[in-house]
């Protein structure tokens, strides 16, 4: 079907961009049952939290690697540096936030289907990223590499940051025990969803520095997946909390939505 790899490369990038319309639309009707979202009756089988966010994000971490040293640009100190945030990101993601999770996570409440499908969205697009990076990507030519280099790495960093602290005043109020409690300070102030505002900013900041299909695809496809999830996360503290909910407070985009 693929004659070459140039030809597999465009069509998993193809089918990512395609992919996030019917995404977006599902996302409307149905939220993905982890986190406060979980429910016994529909999730069927079920794996301890760090394992699962372990397993569905290692790809951009090993097959990246395996993928990376493949390329005709790695030799090229820009593609290593322009591969750093990405994997600064997944080391967090795939390492540091499983370990984080072990000491405040002691349910089996993470259903399985949903790390497997998670598993090989992150094969495909770890692929498409680390092989545009290390192969696709022309450096000598990109006369404004810098500019958006520099550009995208001050959205991407900020945005990181916003995740992690997000995802730092989530886990403290889990860790307080009680049930789920409302977070408040900083962003949270203004939106439900922080850690996924943080997260959105990152993809685009990695758009902007790749300034390809594929880290465009893949910002598209985070945006159609986690906009609806912050939708659906703001709906669940407004009827958890009722009226102790702040009014003012929007899903993931402060002032607009």
């Not at 790495?153 to 049930?179: E, R, T």
């Amino acid at each position: 079907m693929f004659s070459s790899d140039e030809n597999l490369f465009n069509f998993i990038v193809f089918f990512i961009l395609v992919m996030a319309f019917p995404t977006f639309i599902l996302c409307q009707f149905f939220t993905s049952p982890y986190g406060k979202h979980y429910t016994s009756a529909d999730s069927g089988t079920t794996i301890s939290p760090p394992i699962a966010w372990a397993f569905m994000e290692s790809p951009t971490l090993w097959l990246t690697f395996l993928v990376f040293r493949l390329g005709k640009n790695y030799t090229n100190p820009l593609a290593f540096i322009l591969i750093s945030p990405y994997l600064f990101h997944y080391i967090n993601r795939t390492i540091i936030y499983p370990l984080r999770l072990c000491s405040r996570s002691t349910k089996n409440n993470f259903p399985l289907n949903i790390a497997v499908t998670a598993f090989i969205f992150n094969l495909l697009n770890a692929y498409i990223q680390s092989r545009w990076v290390s192969h696709y990507a022309n450096y000598e030519e990109d006369e404004s590499f810098w500019v958006r280099f520099s550009i995208g790495l001050g959205l991407f960093g900020s945005g990181m940051l916003v995740n992690i602290w997000a995802d730092g005043v989530l886990l403290g109020l889990k860790s307080q025990g009680g049930g789920y409690k409302i977070p408040r300070g900083g962003l949270f102030d203004y939106v439900s969803s922080p850690n996924y505002l943080g997260e959105i900013m990152e993809w685009l900041g990695w758009a902007l520095m790749t300034w390809s299909w594929a880290g465009l695809a893949f910002f598209v496809y985070t945006c159609a997946n986690l906009v609806p999830r912050a939708v659906s996360n703001h709906k669940w503290y407004v009827e958890k909390f009722g009226e102790d909910y702040p009014k003012n407070r929007k899903a993931v985009f402060p002032f607009l939505y």
